[in-house]
């Protein structure tokens, strides 16, 4: 039967807002929510909540406050940070700038890799960081910032900033937007034989369907966006799955060249991304220490906002260990995060 230019159309039309659907749910849901000197309980005490504090960091391990001197010692022992923040909290950038500057008081060369560029950036990432100065406008269209990641450059710029003065490699950690936007749109399978899989080194990566991996992203997914067919919620599972094996690809790469090098004093890498990348140590931390058969010292530090109201959630994050460390900061000016 022939079909009507109109009903062809329409069709088309109904493609393009389903898979701007999935990606916008896929990056907003995975990428950003989940659900004193001496150290102290924060643990519930006489029945009573702990008095939880903005820039508290807390051990999850023990239920115990810890310093900043005390979690720099443990930092420079890793080989991987992993730092997990709400997207656009400027408080979250300010503590990985600590995190940095302490690194380099201790006279490391950190690296940084940063979930908001995208690979097809690399190259005028690069060239940013080590070459000269460049407008701003300039660097974000040669970055592909708009069509990667989007939102004010300024938000995540003293980070970048940063690397440049201190010429520290920064490595984009993300596979290029268009290449999830073919999984999300059509699932893995069909993905596989698309060329940019293979572009993009991706073709023969193994892309592990962890099951604890499953079952928290699919919850999440299914709170944020509930009323969806099976479908919808699969392709958006198998798009994380690419993105967060892509990340660890782009991670292990990395750690691979401080490791041959002849610099004693290179690194950590400083791995930075919204906050559900790195939840429960599942979606990147795994698959970094699959990929290195474990032979790998890394630690993830999850930074939320501090809200009277959210004294139960922040103790259900240190008893479920939503990573290895939880810093408190204060709420960002656009408020507190939406949390599904």
Avoid at 48 to 57: I, L, T
Avoid at 213 to 220: E, G, P, S, V
Wanted: proline content about 6%.
């Amino acid at each position: 039967m022939c079909k009507t230019p109109v009903l062809l159309a329409t069709r088309a039309i109904f493609v393009t807002f389903k898979v701007a659907l999935v990606l916008g749910a896929l990056w907003f849901t995975v990428a950003c929510t989940t659900g004193g000197d001496a150290r102290s309980s924060a643990a519930s005490q006489d029945g009573r909540h702990a008095p939880f504090k903005e820039w508290q960091v807390i051990d999850t391990a023990t239920g115990q406050l810890v310093s900043l001197d005390q979690l720099t010692a443990l930092l420079l022992q890793q080989d991987i940070i992993y730092l997990g923040e709400e997207h656009h909290n400027r408080f979250h950038i300010d503590a990985a700038i600590t995190v940095l500057r302490r690194l380099k008081a201790e006279g490391r060369t950190p690296t940084l890799a940063m979930e908001m560029f995208g690979w097809d950036g690399q190259a005028a990432l690069d060239q940013y960081v080590f070459g000269p100065e460049v407008s701003r406008p300039e660097f974000l269209e040669a970055v592909r910032w708009h069509q990667n990641w989007g939102g004010p450059y300024e938000d995540y710029e003293p980070l970048v900033r940063l690397a440049k003065e201190q010429h520290w490699a920064v490595d984009a950690m993300n596979p290029p937007k268009p290449l999830v936007r073919i999984v999300a749109k059509n699932g893995l399978a069909e993905a596989e034989f698309d060329p940019m899989m293979a572009q993009w080194g991706m073709k023969d990566e193994a892309i592990v369907d962890d099951p604890l991996y499953r079952k928290r992203i699919l919850q999440q997914l299914q709170a944020c966006h509930g009323g969806g067919a099976d479908s919808f919620y699969q392709t958006m599972f198998e798009a994380s799955m690419v993105r967060d094996e892509g990340m660890a690809k782009t991670l292990v790469h990395r750690l691979n060249q401080i490791r041959s090098g002849s610099n004693p004093m290179a690194g950590p890498l400083v791995s930075y991304t919204g906050g559900g990348h790195i939840q429960y140590n599942l979606p990147v931390p795994k698959r970094v220490a699959r990929r290195l058969t474990d032979q790998v010292r890394q630690v993830s530090v999850y930074m939320t906002s501090f809200e009277v109201g959210r004294i139960e959630e922040l103790q259900d994050m240190i008893s479920e260990k939503i990573a290895d460390f939880l810093w408190l900061t204060p709420v960002s000016a656009q408020g507190p995060p939406r949390r599904c």
